[in-house]
């Protein structure tokens, strides 16, 4: 299983990015795609999450209205779009997936495989 992120980078405050995960190596229609990230010195902290069969979403309060998760089954692809970004968001962020199982699913451990990351840097 590959999960490659891309589509980071700096951006001011109230802007907007789209973040991609390319997924491959297996069938992920009965899996469960997460969002994470991690600022420095901080613990990797919950986004959110999409049930890949049903395009079911489950977000941290702290995005909730801001970011959108979406998928495309056709490019096994995931995406986070963020939108009235702010500098707390600053992190990498990372795509994460596992199989199954609920997708009110905000603990890291839960996930099998992940991507390698792709930085965010928001200014004011």
């Known amino acids: 299983v590959q999960l490659v992120e891309s589509g980071g980078g700096s951006v001011q405050a109230g802007g907007s990015l789209r973040l991609s995960c390319a997924a491959s190596?297996?069938?992920?229609?009965?899996?469960?795609m997460g969002w994470f990230r991690q600022a420095p010195g901080k613990e990797r902290e919950f986004v959110g999450t999409?049930?890949?069969?049903?395009?079911?979403?489950y977000y941290a309060d702290s995005v909730k209205g801001r970011f959108t998760i979406s998928r495309d089954n056709a490019k096994n692809a995931v995406y986070l779009q963020m939108n009235s970004l702010k500098p707390e968001d600053t992190a990498i962020y990372y795509c994460?997936?596992?199989?199954?199982?609920?997708?009110?699913?905000?603990?890291?451990?839960?996930?099998?495989?992940w991507g390698q990351g792709t930085q965010v840097t928001v200014s004011s």
């Open positions: 190596g297996r069938t992920f229609s009965a899996y469960v």
């Open positions: 999409i049930r890949w069969s049903t395009g079911s979403t």
């Open positions: 994460a997936a596992k199989s199954g199982g609920s997708y009110y699913a905000d603990n890291p451990r839960l996930y099998d495989f």
